[in-house]
């Protein structure tokens, strides 16, 4: 078996082993009679605005990327549904970690479909992931200093830590890194770097891009807070923003099965457990949260994806011939004589 499918196969089933044995380790750890009282307790009219700030936080994200695009045509609102879709994907399959499936097709739908060059889209897409992930590590990191109970985090701070530096050199000189001998040979890459550099070196889109980043984390944080009030766990607002990204790091950063099921609930309940937040009500946040956070990127995506089925079925079959001519390559050099081989 190849390394790569091989590396597949190891990481979804590692993911559905841990997300499985996670979520047993919340549900046998809560009273359920516990979980009927919290779910009752619920001010469920709060849900409505809740909803209102994340599907906001995915419309800025939208605009956040309209913003890197410039001088391309493609609305907004396309962006927008085109984010959705490829947050649907992530959640629907094994690919949590990196966002990959998702960055692949929304890159698939923007250059065939609305034939942008697929080194800007390539940009703007890790430029976006950039940026979401220094913003959520500054949450991060200011919690860990004002907030005692989150120092036993250290060991996953200290490399957040240097990954967050990594990125911020590789944007800063994003040019530079282009002429390195092995790398200036690579032409999407080359292309890719410039269009990072490009954005960079617009301070107006690149200061708006932050500012929109900070508000649309905040968002998501007004949301779960919504939540919080509802179910009736009294921290403040800035506490629950910080929780959240620490949620979201956490279930996104190891293995896990689809939309992350077990190990969000797991993450959550630990976290909140800092706190002396009793378990039912971190279990009920958590679920209320994770649907929260999927359902609507789910509801507004499908649609999409449905619709792009044709360029998607294009790119598998594309693929598959890729994937079946180097297989028929290397079944030849296999049968090759061995006197033919050393001429």
């Known amino acids: 078996m190849p390394r790569r499918k091989l590396f597949t196969v190891l990481w979804v089933t590692a993911g559905i082993i841990l997300g499985s044995v996670l979520g047993w380790m919340v549900l046998r750890s809560v009273h359920w009679s516990d979980m009927v009282s919290a779910f009752g307790r619920v001010s469920w009219d709060v849900l409505v605005p809740a909803v209102a700030a994340v599907i906001a936080s995915l419309f800025l994200q939208a605009v956040r990327w309209k913003l890197m695009l410039p001088r391309e045509t493609v609305s907004t609102a396309r962006l927008f549904f085109v984010r959705n879709a490829g947050l649907s994907l992530n959640n629907l399959s094994f690919a949590q970690g990196g966002g990959v499936l998702g960055d692949a097709s929304e890159l698939a739908m923007l250059t065939r479909s609305d034939k942008i060059n697929g080194s800007k889209v390539v940009a703007s897409l890790f430029m976006g992931r950039a940026l979401d992930f220094v913003i959520t590590s500054i949450f991060v990191l ?72 900070v508000l649309a984390w905040m968002l998501l944080g007004t949301a779960a807070w919504l939540v919080a009030q509802a179910i009736g766990i009294q921290l403040p607002f800035w506490m629950i923003s910080i929780i959240l990204v620490g949620m979201t790091l956490f279930s996104g950063a190891i293995p896990a099965a689809p939309s992350a099921i077990g190990t969000y609930e797991f993450a959550t309940v630990y976290i909140l457990g800092l706190f002396s937040v009793n378990k039912s009500d971190a279990l009920c946040f958590a679920l209320l949260v994770h649907a929260l956070v999927m359902i609507p990127p ?46």
């Open 142 to 213: 200011v919690g860990f200093f004002i907030v005692p109970q989150l120092s036993v985090f250290k060991p996953v701070i200290i490399p957040m830590l240097v990954v967050m530096a990594l990125l911020v050199l590789f944007v800063l000189f994003a040019r530079k890194v282009g002429r390195f001998p092995l790398l200036n040979k690579i032409k999407v890459l080359q292309s890719s770097l410039g269009a990072v550099a490009f954005l960079r070196e617009r301070k107006l889109i690149f200061w708006l891009s932050i500012s929109i980043t």
């Open 298 to 343: 789910n509801l507004m995506g499908i649609p999409t994806i449905s619709k792009e089925w044709k360029t998607f079925r294009q790119i598998i079959s594309q693929a598959g011939a890729l994937f079946r001519r180097r297989l028929l390559r290397r079944k030849a050099y296999a049968t090759q004589p061995a006197d033919d081989i050393r001429v």
